[in-house]
Structures are given as C-alpha cells and as structure tokens.
C-alpha cells in the first residue's frame, strides 16, 4: 500500500454539503460564527458601547459570555456527520425565544437603552429570526430527505 492510500484510508468519510443537509448546515454554521462575534462584541465592547446603546455592562458581559456558549453548541451540532434532530430543533426554538426576548428588552423598557440601543437590539432580533427561520426550513428538507 502506497503511503498516498494509508492516508486517504484513515481520513473520515466527507460531510454533506449538498442538499438538505448542506443547507441546514450552512446556517447553523453561519448562525454559530454570528452568535460568536456578537458575543465578541458584546464581551469587548460592552463598557464603551455601554453610553451609546445604553446597555449595562452587567447585561452585556454575561450576555456575551451565553452568545459565545451558543456559538460552541451550534457549531458542534452543525459539525455532526449527521445532524441530530432533537438539538438542531432546539437551536430554532431557542433563536425564537432570543428574538421575542431581544424586541421586549427592545421596547417594553426593563434597560435604560437608548434609542441606539433600542436599534441595536431590534437588529439583533431580525437577524436571529432570519436564522431561526432558514433554520426551520433547513431542518425541515433535512427531515423530509432522511424520511423522518
């Protein structure tokens, strides 16, 4: 055996791209490296963001430190060969509820946020509802093409 075929012959099978699969797994990739530079953001920038958006530090960094662990659980589930159901599930309830609890801390006044802030974080809510639905569609053809 060539040394060129050992190494193919221990290299794991390829993960799909293509299709459902690849579709599902683009976005929870791209939601994971989203999640991971707002928690970034949110971590370094909270104290000098703190007067323009009017976010607490004591919201921020705790926030940004959740932001980072959800970015490591998407991306480990977006890393499976085949994606559990249960967990990617989980991610497009779990965006749903982040952007309900990103427009209420938005507009129903429990943060001194400042109308920056106020945008900010309706942002933040139209780009995680954006992922929670690609997410759900995604799962969706995922599920339909493995005839679950």
Avoid: Q
């Amino acid at each position: 055996m060539s040394p060129t075929s050992s190494a193919t012959a221990h290299r794991p099978a390829p993960v799909a791209r293509t299709g459902a699969a690849g579709l599902l797994r683009t976005v929870l990739r791209i939601d994971a490296w989203s999640a991971a530079a707002f928690g970034v953001v949110l971590l370094a920038g909270g104290r000098p963001l703190s007067a323009p958006l009017g976010l607490p530090t004591t919201w921020s960094v705790p926030s940004g430190v959740a932001m980072l662990g959800a970015a490591a659980a998407v991306a480990l589930i977006a890393g499976y060969p085949r994606i559990p159901k249960g967990p990617a599930a989980a991610v497009v309830v779990v965006n749903g509820l982040s952007c309900v609890a990103m427009l209420l801390l938005a507009f129903s006044g429990p943060l001194p946020l400042t109308a920056f802030g106020s945008v900010f974080l309706a942002f933040g809510a139209a780009v995680v509802a954006v992922f929670a639905a690609l997410e759900c569609v995604g799962l969706r053809r995922y599920l339909g093409a493995a005839g679950t």
